[in-house]
Nanobody, 115 residues
């Protein structure tokens, strides 16, 4: 049974930091490209960052220089360190695992940035 469980979201003030985690099970984590996506109210889900099985990383322009994606293959977990958070980062953040035509999603974790 494939499971992706996000954690670490919350309510923070602008400029603060959060670290999201996505603990996984039920698939061969190390060969999957892992990613973080987000969906703000009334908007489509969008890419935040991805990291391939070989460690190649891609960031969406709005988060470059502020967010860092990483993975721990031994723990089958992917992380998203988010610094200098802005109000426009407010969204539900989803973890994704992708390998060829296979794609799995977590249930999401809410991040709210507000003063």
């Amino acid at each position: 049974q494939v499971q992706l469980v996000e954690s670490g979201g919350g309510l923070v003030q602008p400029g603060a930091s959060l670290r999201l985690s996505c603990a996984t099970s039920g698939f061969s984590f190390s060969i999957y490209t892992m990613g973080w996506y987000r969906q703000a109210p009334g908007k489509q889900r969008e890419l935040v960052a991805t990291i391939t099985s070989t460690g190649k990383i891609n960031y969406a322009d709005p988060v470059k220089g502020r967010f860092t994606i990483s993975r721990d293959n031994a723990e089958k977990t992917v992380f998203l360190q988010m610094n200098s958070l802005k109000a426009e980062d407010t969204a539900v953040y989803y973890c994704n695992a992708k390998f060829t035509s296979l794609s799995y999603w977590g249930q999401g974790t809410q991040v709210t940035v507000s003063s």
